[in-house]
């Protein structure tokens, strides 16, 4: 289950990048890229965005993550402000002690 668990992120990995091009502003998905088949209606699409990419993307994902968002604190948000990227990397190989 390991090494299957590793080469499947290993795959996720242009994923990961083109994540990244989008909540820093580089990439601009398409409108055809943006249609989604279950759309929450409370939630329209909004008209034009103020911004480039998605500011504070990992701060609210952490925050919607009861297991981290209990951990945050008030110190912790102009940090979290400044995130990217978020990754975690699966050893292929045990650590040796």
């Known amino acids: 289950i390991h090494d299957l668990q590793a080469e499947f992120d290993s795959n996720l990995a242009e994923f990961d990048k083109k994540r990244l091009t989008i909540i820093t502003g580089e ?16 939630f329209p699409p909004p008209s034009e965005p103020k911004e480039k990419g998605i ?8 925050h919607n993550f009861d297991m981290i968002s209990e ?3 008030e110190a912790d948000e102009p940090i ?5 990227d978020v990754r975690y990397v699966i050893l292929t190989e045990p650590r040796v002690s």
């Open 27 to 42: 990439y601009v998905p398409t409108e055809e890229e943006c249609k989604f088949e279950h759309v929450d209606p409370a």
């Open 55 to 62: 500011p504070h993307f990992w701060p609210i994902i952490f």
């Open 71 to 73: 951990m945050i604190q």
């Open 80 to 84: 979290l402000n400044h995130l990217n």
